[in-house]
Nanobody, 119 residues
Framework: VQLQASGGGLVQAGGSLRLSCAAS????????IGWYRQAPGEQRELVAA???????TYEDSVKGRFTIFRDMGKNTVYLQMNSLKPEDTAVYYC??????????????WGQGTQVTVSS
């Protein structure tokens, strides 16, 4: 699975951005797709994820501000980020998990996209 992330940029606090993660295969065949972020000097953390069945989960600090959703026809998963805060500044990555009979769980990563929120 190849993943192409885009949509990052510079925004003022309180603003919005939408990240896109385009997959090279039908996202209905991918068990989980998630957005992670990594700030300088910090560990990578899971921000939001969506399952094949459409169930979404969020990290506590983004609940009510971020929404993960998908367009099955475009094989794309989005992360709508509203009410952005300076602490949301990080490189954001999308990742896809597939559970296969032989290999078990395999994780694929897209390239990162920088999100910078100014105060």
């Amino acid at each position: 699975v190849q993943l192409q992330a885009s949509g990052g940029g510079l925004v003022q606090a309180g603003g919005s951005l939408r990240l896109s993660c385009a997959a090279s295969m039908a996202i209905g065949s991918i068990n989980n797709i998630g957005w992670y972020r990594q700030a300088p000097g910090e560990q990578r953390e899971l921000v939001a994820a969506i399952t094949t069945g459409g169930r979404a989960t969020y990290e506590d600090s983004v609940k009510g501000r971020f929404t993960i959703f998908r367009d099955m026809g475009k094989n794309t998963v989005y992360l709508q980020m509203n009410s952005l805060k300076p602490e949301d500044t990080a490189v954001y990555y999308c990742a896809a998990e597939r559970i296969t009979p032989i290999l078990g769980t395999v994780t694929y990563w897209g390239q990162g996209t920088q999100v910078t929120v100014s105060s």
